[in-house]
């Protein structure tokens, strides 16, 4: 059975400074792991992704990935109101397509301004 | 920006009765996803649907569901009797060959 687990806060993170994710995993399998981005009523939306262990930089988002304890992070600095979401983590055991995603439950990020 | 689109955006209907919600993938990707939510709950796979096959299911995707591909930019899921317990946000997405999945916007089912 494969399981993500998350925090689910909620966050709450002054403007302007660095919110920090995590989730955990079960499958040791798993190759491909992203960050999705959920505002209240509306569809997930994809932040970032990752498909080895180490860190990916995108502009104010960096994902880390540390398979041996299978941990993953999201890193959002400078961080905006508009960031208040619930973060969801999810991954792949394959790396192609078709696989379907396990999400976390994901974590309530808030920005105070 | 090429987007998933899904309707209709809400559908309520009775118990026992079928509903089809409709999805068209974003036009040059290949793998075609359902997803649910129920309300305060995360997001659950469903199918995924490569080379008009189901290629994965989860335990969720019983003899209930059913997906199909009618015409080259349609994608449907069908429940055949609904349950009370089958509400929830339907999420339909797509992707190209590098698992990148983008969803679309959702249909919320209301089943009474």
């Known amino acids: 059975q494969k399981e993500v687990e998350q925090n689910s806060g909620p966050l709450s993170v002054p403007e302007g400074a660095i919110a920090s994710l995590n989730c955990t995993y079960s499958?040791?399998?798993?190759?491909?792991f992203f960050w999705y981005r959920q505002y209240s009523g509306k569809s997930p939306e994809l932040i970032m992704f990752?498909?080895?262990?180490g860190d990916k930089e995108d502009g104010r988002f960096t994902a880390q990935v540390d398979k041996s304890s299978k941990y993953i992070s999201l890193f959002i600095r400078d961080s905006q109101p508009s960031d208040s979401a619930t973060y969801l983590c999810?991954?792949?055991?394959?790396?192609?397509?078709?696989?379907?995603?396990?999400f976390g439950k994901g974590t309530h990020l808030i920005i105070q301004p | 920006e090429p987007e998933v689109t899904q309707t209709p955006s809400h559908q309520v209907t009775q118990m026992g009765q079928e509903v089809i919600l409709r999805c068209v993938p974003i036009?040059?990707?290949?793998?075609f996803y359902w997803y649910r939510q129920i309300l305060g709950q995360k997001v659950e796979f469903l199918v995924s649907?490569?080379?008009?096959?189901?290629?994965?299911k989860s335990e969720i995707f019983d003899d209930q569901f059913s997906v199909e591909r009618p015409d080259g930019s349609n994608f449907t899921l069908k429940i055949r009797s609904t349950k009370l317990e089958d509400s929830a946000m339907y999420f339909c997405?797509?992707?190209?060959?590098?698992?990148?999945?983008?969803f679309g916007p959702g249909t919320r089912l209301l089943v009474l």
């Open positions: 997405a797509s992707s190209e060959a590098l698992m990148t999945q983008y």
């Open positions: 499958d040791r399998g798993s190759q491909s």
């Open positions: 990752i498909y080895s262990n």
């Open positions: 999810a991954m792949s055991a394959r790396g192609g397509g078709a696989d379907g995603l396990t």
């Open positions: 036009s040059n990707h290949l793998y």
């Open positions: 649907f490569y080379n008009n096959e189901i290629s994965e």
